[in-house]
């Protein structure tokens, strides 16, 4: 399939926000070491599909938007990314060994993206 006709996904990496809680009282030492691993393994995924990720960052603060008002809430995303994919199942089966999964009851959500 050619650079025009790949298909976009939404990819959200999702983390239970007590998990993270839990994370940050971790030993620093090992918490440290921890990600540094993380973040080597994370490198090297990255590095190998190169060719479909578009943009990766990580999510901030969350507002929840109602018609009763705005508050502050939290959510499970952690990080998101666009990619591009020949198939659903492909951008799917790309992320089945992504070094996110490591992390206590992650998950990564991919959805397609189509034009309104």
Do not use: C
Request: aromatic share 6%; net charge neutral.
């Amino acid at each position: 399939m050619s650079a025009e006709s790949k298909k976009k996904f939404l990819v959200l990496y999702l983390v239970p926000a007590q998990v993270l809680a839990d994370w940050a009282k971790t030993d620093p030492a090992t918490r440290k070491a921890a990600e540094e691993k993380m973040r080597a393994e994370w490198d090297h995924w990255m590095h190998e599909h190169v060719q479909m990720i578009r943009l990766t960052e990580a999510a901030g603060k969350t507002k929840d938007v109602t018609s009763s008002g705005i508050a502050d809430t939290k959510n499970d995303i952690m990080l998101y990314s666009i990619v591009e994919a020949d198939s659903h199942e492909v951008a799917a089966k790309a992320f089945a060994r992504h070094p996110h999964l490591s992390i206590p009851q992650s998950s990564i959500q991919v959805t397609e993206v189509r034009p309104l």
